[in-house]
C-alpha cells in the first residue's frame, strides 16, 4: 500500500502519476493501470456531479465518494479533496471535516485548495496526523476572484507563489499540486522544495502529473486546454448502449441463457 512517506521519496527519483477517481468501480480499474495516488477530487462537481463548477459539491457528496474509491483501491494512496467552504472558516470545523475523510470514509490524506489561509491549518493537520497535499495556482474553488485563466504570470503574482510553496512545507504539507501556471514558475518551485510537486497545466518539470479521468479516458462534454485525452471513452459506451438498445427492440434480448423457467409455476393462469 502506498504511503505518503512514499510518494515524499519519489520526489526527482520516480514520475509521480495522479489521477482523480470518483466511484470504486473507476478506482480499481485506475489503480490496476498502475496509478500511485488517486484524488478524489471536488472535480467531480463538473465531471460527474452535472454541476457548472465545483462551488456546489457538498461534504457529503465528497465523503460518500471517498469512501467507494478507497473500498475500491487496496494500493493506491486515496486523497480526499476538500470541497469549497469545508475548511478554512473556522479550525475546529475544518480539522473536524478532514478528519472525517480519514476517520470514516477511508483516505490516507486530505487535498486543499491553498493559500495564506491555509498554511496555519495544514500545520495544525500535520501535527494531528491528517497527510495535507497543499494546491496552488489556479485553484478553482475561486473561480469568481481569479476565473479559469492561467495564474502567476507577473513577477509579483510568481514570487507569492513560491513563497507559499514553502511556507506549506514548512507547515507539513506532503506534496503539492500547482495547477496552471507558467512551466518556468513550476521548475523553480520544484527545485525550491524537497516535497513532491504534482503538475497539471505547469509543464514537466514537476515531480508528477494529475489530470482528471474523465478528461483522460474521453468522457468529458469539454476539457481545458492542457488536458489530455487518452481513449475514447464516450465512443466506446455510446456503442455498447446503442447495442444493447437494438437488440432489446429486436427482441434478441434477453436470450434463453438470460433468463430460467421453474416447471411447476407452468400452470398457474
Ligand atoms: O478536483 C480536482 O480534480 C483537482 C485536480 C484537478 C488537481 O483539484
Request: charged share 25%; glycine share 8%; aromatic share 4%.
Amino acid at each position: 500500500m502506498t504511503t505518503v512517506r512514499d510518494v515524499r521519496a519519489m520526489a526527482g527519483d520516480e514520475r509521480i502519476t495522479m489521477l482523480t477517481a470518483y466511484d470504486a468501480a473507476t478506482a480499481s480499474i485506475v489503480e490496476e493501470a498502475g496509478i500511485d495516488v488517486v484524488l478524489v477530487g471536488d472535480s467531480m462537481g463538473n465531471a460527474v456531479l452535472g454541476y457548472d463548477d465545483t462551488l456546489p459539491v457538498t461534504l457529503d457528496e465528497v465523503a460518500s465518494r471517498v469512501g467507494a474509491v478507497a473500498r475500491g483501491t487496496d494500493e493506491a494512496l486515496v486523497v480526499a479533496d476538500m470541497p469549497f467552504l469545508s475548511f478554512g472558516a473556522d479550525v475546529a470545523e475544518s480539522v473536524e471535516n478532514c478528519g472525517r475523510m480519514l476517520k470514516e470514509e477511508g483516505a490516507n490524506a486530505v487535498k486543499l485548495e491553498s493559500g495564506p489561509h491555509t498554511v496555519e491549518l495544514t500545520e495544525r493537520l500535520s501535527d494531528l496526523g491528517i497527510p495535507t497535499m497543499a494546491h496552488l495556482g489556479l485553484t478553482p474553488q475561486s473561480v469568481n476572484q481569479t476565473g479559469y485563466t492561467q495564474q502567476a504570470t507577473d513577477r509579483e503574482e510568481a514570487t507569492e507563489i513560491l513563497e507559499l510553496a514553502e511556507a506549506h512545507e514548512a507547515a507539513g504539507a506532503f506534496a503539492l499540486v500547482l495547477e496552471h501556471v507558467p512551466t518556468n514558475l513550476a521548475a523553480q518551485v520544484t527545485e525550491a522544495v524537497d516535497i513532491p510537486t504534482i503538475g497539471i497545466g505547469a509543464g514537466g518539470e514537476c515531480d508528477g502529473q494529475v489530470l482528471v479521468f474523465t478528461d483522460v479516458v474521453g468522457l468529458a462534454a469539454s476539457s481545458p486546454p492542457f488536458a489530455a485525452q487518452f481513449g475514447d471513452a464516450r465512443a466506446e459506451i455510446h456503442d455498447a448502449v446503442s447495442d444493447y438498445v437494438d437488440a432489446v427492440r429486436a427482441g434478441e434480448f434477453p436470450a434463453e441463457e438470460h433468463g430460467s423457467a421453474e416447471e411447476e409455476l407452468d400452470d398457474l393462469y
